[in-house]
């Protein structure tokens, strides 16, 4: 199994940045590719990035693209996604996932987050 661990959320003001962490424990990530989802009140659960483990082939959601940079330090165990220019649509709870498949599909990860709290004031 696999255990995920968010954490660095907070309340920042538009434009700020905030990097969230998502450290690992369990089996190893070695072949998993692992990611990023949000989800704000009263909407569905959506993609936000992704990577492999192994640091190949990341991919982020378009609307992020460009602010938002994901990266791991393996050594550490841990996930990152560098969250810049923020605004206040990215406000939501944010989880990390870990998944077997070679991609996401859709929400759907073979892990999870309890998630962290991101909130961007305007």
């Known amino acids: 199994q696999v255990h995920l661990v968010e954490s660095g959320g907070g309340l920042v003001q538009a434009g700020d940045s905030l990097r969230l962490s998502c450290a690992a424990s369990?089996?190893?990530?070695?072949?998993?590719?692992v990611g990023w989802f949000r989800q704000a009140p009263g909407k569905a659960r959506e993609f936000v990035a992704a990577?492999?483990?192994?640091?190949?082939?990341?991919y982020y959601k378009p609307s992020v693209a460009g602010r938002f940079t994901i990266s791991k330090d393996s050594a550490k165990n841990t996930l990152y996604l560098q969250m810049n220019s923020l605004k206040p649509d990215d406000t939501a709870v944010y989880y990390c996932?870990?998944?077997?498949?070679?991609?996401?599909?859709?929400?759907?990860?073979?892990?999870w987050g309890q998630g962290t709290q991101v909130t961007v004031s305007s």
């Open positions: 996932a870990a998944t077997r498949t070679t991609q996401f599909m859709g929400v759907k990860a073979d892990y």
């Open positions: 369990g089996r190893t990530l070695s072949t998993y590719r």
């Open positions: 990577i492999n483990w192994s640091g190949s082939n990341p």
